[in-house]
């Protein structure tokens, strides 16, 4: 399957991967053939990407890093704590009991755990599909899995990544706290609006502290998310190992995630793009070997892209390498800007094809 934006989908295409509503509901199925009226239905949703078959690639498996039905399920549960913990918010920031979603957030967290550590060697191919109204419960998801599976790679120990993945489901449980009007400005925000939002992990923190399941490394990673390696962070403008390794695993993927997400003041920058600014800015705000386990489990071009070389020739993602992130492997299938079918296909690696390079990305 290759991935899409809704405008460029066309009547007839097959959808290769379901849409389901943030509590889960299903929207429209995997196999459903698109018709024109569901291209506008997806579109006023405001789904940035859908996933199609696409029979040159049939050979090629697209794999979430967890099961639909363990993302949907926690989705919907952060959306659940989020909404509660934002309606029993009082001025001077203690909250009614949250203790009633305790019990499901750790068997959540759990299972994310569990799924990542059964499929430790894959590789993030699959962008997370979300309406524009459900970033925040789908970043803080999308966060917890990927920071999750970052420290797989580091060798956490299953009671560390219980930790890690608790405080990256709830990061960004502060933002409760911050006005609507901020978080949903689309011009620039004002001194005293951005003190605002850098007063979040501050806020998450202290509601989490008062939780039943409160650990103090959980609570490190929400109250240090938004801290940099050379002290331009906040809340508080620590420095190098100040900065709790757990907070910075969550940080630089808090950032790619954010990052690839269309937000209200700018679009989605592509994944390729993404990663090529964590990586001239990681030495500025990051541990470089930290970056390095990130970099190794995203796929700057995920599986069904459509790339244009440096020769002229295009085609599909169909591999990544893990310790080449930028240089996948590639179906070459069409030469020249007019998109000409190819005389003879032909798969190349661009790890070994050092001469040639990736010069944009197709929709």
Known sequence: MRRVSPGMARPGMILA????????QILLRAGVEIKTQYLGYLKGLGIEYIYIRDNRINDVQVDDIIMEETRQQARALIKTVMQNAKSSLAPNLKTKSLNIYNGEIVRTVVKIVEELLENEAMMVQLIDIRARDEYLFAHSVNCAVMATLVAVKMKYNPAELKCLATGALLHDLGMVAVPEDILNKRESLTGDER??????????????KKTSIFNAYAGTVILQHHERFQGQGYPHGLTGPKINPMAQVVGIVD?????????????AYPTHKAVEMLMS??????????????????AA????????????????????????????????LYTGEDLAPHPAPYDL????????????VLN
């Open 17 to 24: 991967k379901g849409i389901l509503g943030s509590n889960g």
């Open 195 to 208: 003190k605002t939002i850098e007063r979040h992990p501050l806020y998450g923190y202290e509601i989490f």
């Open 255 to 267: 950032a790619y995630d954010a990052l690839t997400s269309e937000r209200p003041y700018r679009k």
């Open 281 to 298: 800015r990681g030495e500025e705000c990051f541990d470089l070997k930290i970056l390095q386990s990130f970099l190794s489990v995203i």
């Open 301 to 332: 071009y995920p599986l069904g892209f459509h790339v244009v070389l440096s020769s002229g020739e295009s085609g599909l993602v169909i591999a990544n390498n893990p310790d080449f992130t930028l240089r996948p492997v590639v179906r070459v």
């Open 349 to 360: 690696d661009l790890s070994q094809a050092l001469n040639l390079t990736i010069t944009e």
